[in-house]
């Protein structure tokens, strides 16, 4: 089966870069969507095909993927950033929706 | 507005069968296929299943298939997920969610199914 690594957590600085990968296999090949979802709320939708914001998402929010990492970068970070974020893929071989095991983002 | 409302959940023995709904409303549902989501305590979001627009495909994750049913009636605008043999570890919040081109861009607030063992 295909897995998606993300690391557990990730700790900014307000106003700096936080940057969240998400590793799989050839998941350059893929497209990678995002999550963000805070305590007691539903996801909503950060980032779609690889790079694409939802209306509504700030510009500060932006993605990429090549080779076996996709990337999350949230720039000029806000302590209302602070949630989980999720990185999501479509397993085209066996028909699976595939999410990474989630990374949990501190605004220090 | 998209709206998307589960129900159905609650506290169920082991072994024993749950029937979740998810009420759709502010689209039109008999175009889109839907998910089922689920996220355990304290845990990431696990997928469990999805269905097409028509109901005629339908792909399970590997951790329900066999005991877990999806299912759609596009005259009600209404999602379902039969659950049988229940287990602990079924445990969790259960999404409904609207799929878009294999990503999801909808989600409801979720209802909560308590396995007791």
């Known amino acids: 089966s295909y897995v998606l690594t993300q690391p557990p957590s990730v700790s900014v600085a307000p106003g700096k870069t936080a940057s969240i990968t998400c590793g799989g296999n050839n998941i350059g090949n893929k497209s990678v969507h995002w999550y963000q979802q805070k305590p007691g709320q539903a996801p909503i939708l950060v980032i779609y095909y690889d790079s694409d914001r939802p209306s509504g998402i700030p510009e500060r929010f932006s993605g990429s993927n090549s080779g076996n990492t996709a990337t999350l970068t949230i720039s000029r970070v806000e302590a209302g950033d602070e949630a989980d974020y999720y990185c999501q893929v479509w397993t085209g071989t066996s028909d699976h929706c595939v999410f990474g095991s989630g990374t949990t983002v501190t605004v220090l | 507005q998209v709206q998307l409302v589960e129900s159905g959940g609650g506290v169920v023995q082991s072994g024993r069968s749950l029937r979740l709904s998810c009420a759709a409303s502010g689209f039109t549902f008999s175009n889109f296929a839907m998910h089922w989501v689920r996220q355990a305590p304290g845990k990431g979001l696990e997928w469990v299943a999805v269905i097409s627009y028509d109901g005629s495909h339908k792909y399970y994750a590997d951790s329900v298939k066999g005991r877990f049913t999806i299912s759609r009636d596009n005259s009600k605008n209404t999602l379902f997920l039969q659950m049988n043999s229940l287990r602990p570890e079924d445990t969790a919040v259960y999404y409904c969610?609207?799929?878009?081109?294999?990503?999801?861009?909808?989600w409801g607030q979720g209802t909560l199914v308590t396995v007791s063992s």
């Open positions: 969610a609207r799929d878009r081109q294999l990503l999801i861009d909808y």
